[in-house]
T-cell receptor, first 119, second 114 residues
Framework: ETGVTQTPRHLVMGMTNKKSLKCEQH?????MYWYKQSAKKPLELMFV?????RVENNSVPSRFSPECPNSSHLFLHLHTLQPEDSALYLCASSQEGRAWGRGTNEKLFFGSGTQLSVL | KQEVTQIPAALSVPEGENLVLNCSFT??????LQWFRQDPGKGLTSLLLIQSSQREQTSGRLNASLDKSSGRSTLYIAASQPGDSATYLCAVTEEDFGNEKLTFGTGTRLTIIP
């Protein structure tokens, strides 16, 4: 266990559904991340939250909507997804908060991911 | 734009052998390089982090080296075991307009044959 928990582990949804992915970290970290991992492609950073403020939105379509109510919880709300959005969605956390962007040489701690299939 | 390459995409070796995984990156202006392990359908576990000022890091049977000027890193695994079977990813951290950006390679899928 890495201290980062993601639910659900698997999700199948239709293109018209609305669903949410949940991430919770028990490490006392200040920064949380959403990554997308598609087959045979490098991990893609989607969003970064530092002390509950979004500091990075990596040109992600608006059908993905993140929410960070506190430093321990991160959500990814999904609506009207496309089949090409099928992927493993990984949540991660790291210690830094406002020092994001200063080359802090931090380690990332990842959850086990949510395997999403869009039909 | 930073590109991280890992070759080969897949590697199979008999149990007990020592092996080396390779990672190369195109822009040497990095803060650090990390090696991760990913088991099928699961998240990533950080194995080793090498800061840009360091040459290598060791953890147990794992040794990672960094040659920043040539844009290369290797992960050496000694006395391989079936439990080492996983996908190994490397990633570099660099500055991107005042933020940190982590760029991943596509990984090397390692299979240790009992």
């Amino acid at each position: 266990e890495t201290g980062v928990t993601q639910t659900p582990r698997h999700l199948v949804m239709g293109m018209t559904n609305k669903k949410s992915l949940k991430c919770e970290q028990h490490l006392g970290h200040n920064a949380m991340y959403w990554y997308k991992q598609s087959a045979k492609k490098p991990l893609e950073l989607m969003f970064v939250y530092s002390l509950e403020e979004r500091v990075e939105n990596n040109s992600v379509p608006s059908r993905f909507s993140p929410e960070c109510p506190n430093s321990s919880h991160l959500f990814l709300h999904l609506h009207t997804l496309q089949p090409e959005d099928s992927a493993l969605y990984l949540c991660a956390s790291s210690q830094e908060g406002r020092a994001w962007g200063r080359g802090t040489n931090e380690k990332l701690f990842f959850g086990s991911g949510t395997q999403l299939s869009v039909l | 734009k930073q590109e991280v390459t890992q070759i080969p995409a897949a590697l199979s070796v008999p149990e007990g052998e020592n092996l080396v995984l390779n990672c190369s990156f195109t822009d040497s202006a990095i803060y650090n390089l990390q090696w991760f392990r990913q088991d099928p359908g699961k998240g990533l576990t950080s194995l080793l982090l090498i800061q840009s000022s360091q040459r290598e890091q060791t953890s147990g049977r794992l040794n990672a080296s960094l040659d920043k000027s040539s844009g290369r890193s290797t992960l050496y695994i000694a006395a391989s075991q079936p439990g080492d079977s996983a996908t190994y990813l490397c990633a570099v951290t660099e500055e991107d307009f005042g933020n940190e950006k982590l760029t991943f390679g596509t990984g090397t899928r390692l299979t240790i044959i009992p």
